[in-house]
């Protein structure tokens, strides 16, 4: 069984910061990579950033400047700092990982985290 824990959501002012937290366990032997996604009413589920076990990372444009994704591969945990917080941005965000089980790679999602900006 692999479970994704995620932490750090919650309300916050417009211009705030917040720190996301996801933390993988269970029957995991690698990490290809990890990342975000986020979910508002009524739009699709969008990449907000991932990471690779190596350190490279991509981000959705809107966010770019303003947030930086980071992974301790030794705790399989990844990390989304989000600074100078928009209105815009209020959303669930849901962890993923990408990682070998057994013998394939397979993708793990969390249960999401609410994260809600005021204006």
């Known amino acids: 069984q692999v479970q994704l824990v995620e932490s750090g959501g919650g309300l916050v002012q417009a211009g705030g910061s917040l720190r996301l937290s996801c933390a993988a366990s269970g029957s995991i032997f690698s990490i290809n990579k990890m990342g975000w996604y986020r979910q508002a009413p009524g739009n699709q589920r969008e990449l907000v950033a991932a990471?690779?076990?190596?350190?490279?990372?991509n981000y959705a444009d809107s966010v770019k400047v303003r947030f930086t994704i980071s992974i301790d591969n030794a705790k399989k945990t990844v990390y989304l700092q989000m600074n100078s917080l928009k209105p815009e941005d209020t959303a669930v965000y849901y962890c993923?990982?990408?990682?070998?089980?057994?013998?394939?790679?397979?993708?793990?999602w969390g249960q999401g985290t609410q994260v809600t900006v005021s204006s």
């Open positions: 993923t990982c990408n990682a070998m089980y057994r013998v394939a790679y397979l993708d793990y």
């Open positions: 990471i690779t076990s190596g350190g490279n990372t």
